[in-house]
């Protein structure tokens, strides 16, 4: 063969050996998902990740294709499956369905073999579970500026229940105790449910819990509810004011959840999986659902992958501070 020829030949096979990873990459993104997607959730069945993860699920697998399963992997507050999800392949096929602890305080409590902000792409924010601040049926306040004071006539005498050192009722006890300068006793139970109970029953003076869980019992008279930690009045309880309307400006917070992908995964992968959770956020039935149930959804704008990046450093800004003024340590 004459060198002319060879050396064509040449030039042409090596322009297309270097064309071939961009068009791999092209068709595996525009492939995707080919296959089933695990979705991860680093609790036990019937926390707030995992019935967000599987209404999520279930409806993203409709528009994706492909079915998404749940794989609870709980332990040591959720950072055994977020440590999993971090160093899966960034391929799409494995998400985490985390929440406030694994995103925000758990990098100040626990020293961690991954970054919770730079190891985890954004998906998308999910909708979250306000808090309310009950009390024990004969405590002889009636609202919110009433239990303040009736706090500071009686100092390192009440008590405040909590589901756990570092759980959202711990730190918002903390908080308001900072934020009033009144002084009372945390203490901690193994979750929300015996922390209740004892409020219930007079043991334990007051404790944050979710509207959800707390509704019931303030139906039925008995427990005393001085406020719910949103912006703005829910809608299965509108006659519960917000902590700012009873006395206690700018105290907000709700237990969020949000779909992280691991460190690398292809922006049009991540932007595809955003597209199907904010369809079902959008999906009436699902909403009505999810409401019912005392969930905040996040408005459209709220739910963009960069929208979620600023919110979690925004919680990181605020949160960090307090656990580690508390000097809360892992239990």
């Given at each position: ?5 060879r ?9 297309g050996?270097?064309a ?8 595996v993104?525009?492939?995707y ?7 991860v ?17 279930e409806?993203?697998q409709?528009?994706l ?6 794989d ?12 999993r999800?971090?160093r899966?392949?960034?391929?799409g096929?494995?998400l985490?369905c985390a ?14 073999d991954?970054?919770?902000v ?10 979250a579970?306000p808090?309310v ?8 306040s ?10 500071k006539?009686?100092p390192?005498k ?17 908080l308001?105790?900072?934020d009033?300068a ?16 004892d409020?219930?029953?007079?043991h ?9 869980a707390?509704?019931?019992?303030v139906?039925s ?7 719910v930690t949103t912006?703005?009045?829910?809608g ?10 009873a ?7 709700a ?7 691991p ?17 079902t ?11 019912a149930?005392?969930?905040e ?28 003024a ?5 239990e």
């Amino acid at each position: 063969m004459p060198l002319r020829l060879r050396r064509r030949g040449f030039l042409h096979l090596a322009a297309g050996a270097l064309a071939l990873p961009a068009l791999s990459r092209l068709s595996v993104a525009d492939g995707y998902p080919s296959r089933r997607i695990t979705m991860v959730v680093p609790f036990a069945p019937g926390a707030l990740s995992d019935i967000l993860g599987r209404v999520m699920a279930e409806g993203m697998q409709a528009s994706l294709g492909q079915s998404i399963v749940i794989d609870n992997a709980s332990g040591a507050d959720g950072t055994i499956g977020t440590g999993r999800v971090a160093r899966a392949a960034p391929d799409g096929y494995t998400l985490v369905c985390a929440n406030w602890n694994t995103s925000v305080t758990n990098a100040a409590i626990y020293k961690l073999d991954y970054d919770v902000v730079t190891d985890f792409v954004p998906v998308v924010l999910l909708p979250a579970a306000p808090m309310v601040l009950i009390a024990k049926k004969d405590n002889p306040s009636t609202n919110l500026k009433e239990f303040i004071a009736w706090l500071k006539a009686n100092p390192d005498k009440a008590s405040m229940g909590t589901a756990g050192v570092g759980s959202p009722p711990d730190l918002l006890g903390r908080l308001l105790r900072t934020d009033t300068a009144t002084q009372f006793g945390i203490v901690a139970y193994r979750g929300a449910a015996p922390a209740m109970q004892d409020v219930i029953a007079g043991h334990t003076d007051a404790m944050f819990i979710s509207i959800a869980a707390a509704l019931p019992q303030v139906r039925s008279g008995n427990v005393k509810v001085f406020g719910v930690t949103t912006h703005g009045h829910m809608g299965i309880a509108p006659d519960i004011p917000t902590m700012d309307e009873a006395g206690l400006p700018g105290f907000y917070f709700a237990l969020w959840a949000a779909i992280f992908a691991p460190r690398g995964t292809p922006k049009d992968v991540i932007d595809k999986l955003n597209a199907a959770a904010m369809k079902t956020l959008a999906d009436p039935s699902v909403r009505q659902k999810l409401e019912a149930q005392g969930f905040e959804i996040p408005l459209p704008e709220q739910q963009t992958p960069a929208a979620l990046a600023a919110y979690q450093k925004a919680e990181i800004e605020k949160w960090w501070p307090v656990v580690k003024a508390a000097g809360i340590k892992p239990e």
